[in-house]
C-alpha cells in the first residue's frame, strides 16, 4: 500500500514539473534560465527607428533574461521561433492583416499570431514605441526619470497570448520638464516630439519676440521667452 502511494505521489510530482516547464495555450517563452529560445527579425532595409527598436528589446531581454537573442536579417529564412520587428518579408509572409492607414506615424500593432511575436508600427516612431510599450506591459519594465527605472529579472520570459492596436489618441503630446531633454527617456514616455525641439521649431513675429530662448532667465515662462507680452496683452 505504501508502494503504491510513493509512486503515486512520484507520478503527481512530476506531473506537476513537466505543467511548469510547458507554456500554457497560447503562451510564447521567449527565453529561459539565461538561453534564448527566440530570435529578432528586422528588414534588411529598416528604417532607423525600426533597428533601433530591435536593439532596444535585444538589449532590455537580455538585462531581464540574461538571454541574449540574436537579430536577423529578413533575408533568411522563416523560422518558427521569431520576434518580428517592423515591416519586412516576415511580416509579409505571415498574412496576418496590419491596419496600416489606421496606425498613421506613431500607433503600432503587437500580436502573436501562432508561435510567433509581431511587433510592428508606423513609419515615424511605431515601432519602436510598440517595443516600449511590450517591455512596459508585458513584461513589468518602467521608466519613471531619466536615472529611476524598474526593469524586472525573469529566469523565465513568458508572453500571453496578445492582440493590441494602440493609436495616439493626441497628435501633441509633450511633458514640460528637465528631464523630457534626454532622448532616450523621451522616446520611452512616448511624447509627440521632444519638448526642446517644440520650443525651437515656434517662430515668432519679429515685432513681437523677446530676448531669445538661450539667455531668458531660468524660471521665465515658456510662452515669455518665446513671444513678448508687448502687444498680446492689449489685442487678447
Avoid at 511548469?20 to 530570435?39: K, N, T, V
Wanted: contains cysteine; charged residues 20%.
Amino acid at each position: 500500500m505504501c508502494s503504491q502511494a510513493l509512486v503515486f505521489s512520484l507520478f503527481l510530482a512530476g506531473l506537476a514539473a513537466a505543467c511548469a516547464a510547458s507554456p500554457g495555450p497560447g503562451r510564447l517563452i521567449l527565453a529561459e534560465d539565461g538561453q534564448d529560445r527566440y530570435r529578432i527579425v528586422v528588414g534588411e532595409k529598416a528604417a532607423p527607428g525600426e533597428k533601433e527598436a530591435a536593439a532596444e528589446l535585444q538589449s532590455y531581454l537580455k538585462r531581464i533574461a540574461k538571454a541574449d537573442l540574436p537579430i536577423a536579417s529578413d533575408r533568411q529564412k522563416l523560422s518558427r521561433h521569431e520576434i518580428i520587428v517592423g515591416r519586412n518579408r516576415h511580416l509579409s509572409a505571415l498574412r496576418t492583416p496590419i491596419p496600416w492607414k489606421k496606425l498613421g506615424g506613431e500607433g503600432f500593432v503587437i500580436r502573436a499570431p501562432g508561435d510567433r511575436l509581431v511587433i510592428a508600427g508606423g513609419p515615424e516612431k511605431g515601432t519602436l514605441y510598440g517595443v516600449y510599450t511590450f517591455l512596459e506591459e508585458h513584461l513589468g519594465c518602467r521608466w519613471y526619470s531619466s536615472n529611476v527605472n524598474v526593469i524586472p529579472t525573469l529566469n523565465r520570459v513568458e508572453v500571453e497570448p496578445i492582440e493590441s492596436v494602440q493609436t495616439p489618441a493626441f497628435a501633441f503630446r509633450s511633458i514640460f520638464y528637465r528631464d523630457m531633454m534626454d532622448q532616450a527617456l523621451c522616446a520611452r514616455l512616448k511624447p509627440a516630439r521632444n519638448v526642446a525641439i517644440q520650443l525651437c521649431d515656434i517662430e515668432c513675429p519679429r515685432e513681437n519676440a523677446a530676448a531669445p530662448i538661450a539667455s531668458a532667465p531660468e524660471n521665465t515662462p515658456a510662452s515669455g521667452r518665446m513671444c513678448g507680452p508687448g502687444t498680446r496683452f492689449a489685442t487678447n
